[in-house]
């Protein structure tokens, strides 16, 4: 069982459109809501009770970033590529009314206003020495790297977005979209005050000081292949993400199975996890309820997101026998309504209706007697493993010499010795090509493929993802959707109705 619960902060929020307001309580001061450690645990906690909300990592944000990957096909709405979510997100034409878009986009928020209150109302207690005071500033730092964190992802799912750090008032809930630069800018300001800020040994549950160095090192990554506008032509990007990421080397360690990174009783706080969101029955997501495969386990399960054929092929294809593969697609199982085996591709090759997909395994249920909705897994968001892929990424664009022993630490936990022949030939872009896809096998489905698939550029999506699916041999039209190929549509969301609606400072 967990030694963790979010303690959710009480705290009065409304919502004009999709505009987050924090009203004023006439009894307590927004300052005098911060009196001690306690009183700052509560309000970090409070925080992390807005993301681990059903809009957000409780559910919304799954499916879109998975199935607005490119790899993703959605059970609902009919078990049919005609279905709402499958023409527009899977299909990578997402509409500005889907309720992935507007309970996200209302849910980051929430989570940036409640951290933006700890941040301009608490500040740091200067020449901190006693424990107390070690660990207030710690919390304030946490609020630094969520806000960071949470326009990262606004950022790079919508682009130009309203960049709010300070409290919000009702006089100004109204608010223009920034320019991306200074979004970027605000985030790795935020994320290195974080890092100055945030414990090396903080309270089991809750994210250390490198967090902040794997945020800055994802955020460096992004900008070395982003645009020339978003770029400082002085900077070396490739090397700031180098200089953060091995910051982190070496200060946790991967887990010895694979599949223990998803099983209720080893994911919890576990040596791999970086950035974690703790759950625990009564406080939890709805992954079980939703990812879990129907009739898997004796609860009523949806299963709602399925996985592209094309994608368990290409895994398959280049490493037969991963132990990756079973602990990430579901394939065949007993069914608990009625004893009988349910079989999915690749078991069934024929692929004639939403049996020619296999189901995500990781986020839901593991246990077939499970009879209740609610699960006990926590939410990793940044674990080892992608830092090491990243490592090897970003060695390999410096030329540095040790890209090669980043991938190979992962391989190896997974009986992987021999590595591609891109790894080993010398090849600058076969090696990239070759990274690429490592993230895809090790992070399926994990929040990490949206962000992954488009990072480098429009050309890099269309010729790796998009077309590969469209093209795939065992892609059919009766039941695959097509990837849209336009890049003004694939590459973003679309801004949500509500807050076009009511945000008088954006048209669109």
């Not at 963790?4 to 307001?21: E, L, R």
């Amino acid at each position: 069982m967990k030694k963790f619960k979010i303690i959710i902060f009480a705290i009065v929020v409304s919502f004009i459109g999709a505009c987050t307001i924090e009203e004023d309580n006439p009894n307590l001061s927004k300052e005098d809501a911060f009196v001690s450690l306690d009183s700052y645990k509560r309000s970090l906690d409070g925080i992390y009770s807005n993301m681990i909300d059903w809009g957000y990592m409780g559910n919304q944000y799954y499916f879109i970033t998975n199935l607005g990957s490119g790899f993703g096909w959605s059970k609902r709405g009919g078990n049919r590529n005609t279905s709402f979510d499958n023409l527009t997100l899977s299909s990578l034409k997402p509409s500005n009314s889907s309720t992935y878009v507007e309970n996200t986009w209302i849910q980051m928020y929430s989570t940036i206003s409640k951290s933006n209150d700890i941040i301009a109302y608490a500040p740091p207690v200067e020449a901190a020495t006693s424990s107390e005071d070690i660990g207030i500033n710690s919390i304030i730092g946490e609020a630094y790297f969520l806000r960071a964190y949470n326009y990262f992802n606004l950022v790079r799912l919508w682009g130009q977005v309203p960049l709010r750090i300070e409290p919000t008032a009702s006089s100004a809930i109204y608010q223009q979209k920034a320019a991306e630069k200074e979004i970027y800018d605000q985030i790795i300001k935020d994320a290195n005050q974080a890092s100055l800020l945030m414990s090396e040994t903080p309270i089991k549950g809750y994210p250390a000081k490198y967090a902040a160095d794997m945020l800055l090192a994802k955020v460096y990554m992004t900008l070395a292949t982003a645009d020339t506008s978003l770029q400082d032509s002085s900077l070396n990007y490739w090397q700031l993400a180098y200089d953060h990421a091995i910051n982190v080397y070496g200060k946790y360690q991967l887990l010895t199975n694979y599949s223990d990174l998803f099983n209720e009783d080893s994911n919890d706080a576990n040596s791999e996890s970086i950035f974690e969101l703790q759950v625990a029955i009564g406080a939890s997501t709805d992954h079980v309820r939703s990812f879990t495969a129907s009739n898997y386990t004796k609860a009523n399960t949806f299963g709602n997101i399925r996985i592209n054929a094309d994608v368990y092929d290409l895994h398959n294809a280049t490493y037969p026998g991963d132990e990756r593969i079973a602990a990430t697609f579901l394939t065949n199982y007993t069914q608990q309504h009625n004893g009988k085996t349910y079989n999915s591709y690749p078991n069934v090759t024929n692929r004639t209706n939403w049996n020619g997909f296999p189901y995500l395994y990781k986020l839901g249920s593991k246990d077939p007697a499970n009879m209740i909705r609610e699960g006990n897994q926590n939410v990793i968001i940044y674990r080892y493993a992608d830092l090491l892929i990243m490592l090897a990424e970003i060695s390999n664009e410096l030329q540095n010499g040790e890209a090669l022993g980043y991938v190979q630490e992962v391989l190896n936990r997974v009986g992987i010795t021999t590595p591609l022949a891109a790894y080993t030939g010398g090849d600058q872009a076969a090696f990239r090509n070759a990274i690429m896809k490592e993230y895809q096998f090790e992070l399926l489905m994990e929040g990490h493929d949206w962000f992954n698939n488009r990072r480098r550029g429009y050309d890099y999506f269309l010729n790796n993802v998009i077309i590969p699916h469209n093209t795939s041999a065992s892609f059919k039209a009766a039941i695959d959707v097509t990837h849209e190929t336009s890049e003004a549509i694939v590459m973003k969301l679309p801004i949500p109705a509500s807050e076009i609606n009511y945000n008088e400072e954006i048209a669109n």
